[in-house]
């Protein structure tokens, strides 16, 4: 069974920086997609960030909402993949959610596809969420 566990949401002034962790088991796939997703109040759930296994810089990929703010990253000898986000503003307010997705992440996920999208068919397994509280 694969568990994911959210952690560091918490309330940080706009301009601030926040680290989220997802701490995951159960999972041993050749291939992954990790990804991070956020909901705000009232709004559609939207797929901030997502990463393929052993972190290659290379195949990360972002909204536009958040390029260049946030990073995603992970630490695979400890099975956690980070979100770093700096210059946090006051729509990032949202509970945010890691997801894993058994195969690599879809192609339309990166830059060059029309319309792409970092959507929730590509993920298997959800977290609870850790909320991130924006204040200005």
């Known amino acids: 069974q694969v568990l994911l566990e959210e952690s560091g949401g918490e309330l940080v002034e706009s301009g601030g920086s926040l680290r989220l962790s997802c701490a995951a088991s159960g999972y041993t796939y050749t291939d992954y997609c990790l990804a991070w997703f956020r909901q705000a109040p009232g709004k559609e759930r939207e797929g901030v960030a997502a990463i393929d296994r052993d972190g290659d810089a290379g195949r990360a990929t972002y909204a536009d909402s958040v390029k260049g703010r946030f990073t995603i990253s992970q630490d695979s000898a400890k099975n956690i993949f980070y979100l770093q986000m700096n210059n946090l503003k006051l729509e990032d307010a949202a509970m945010y959610y890691c997801?894993?997705?058994?195969?690599?992440?879809?192609?339309?996920?990166?830059?060059?596809?029309?319309?792409?999208?970092?959507?929730?068919?590509?993920?298997?397994?959800w977290g609870k969420g850790t909320l991130v509280r924006v204040s200005s």
């Open positions: 997801a894993v997705g058994a195969e690599k992440c879809p192609e339309n996920y990166y830059d060059g596809y029309p319309n792409r999208k970092i959507g929730a068919y590509g993920m298997d397994y």
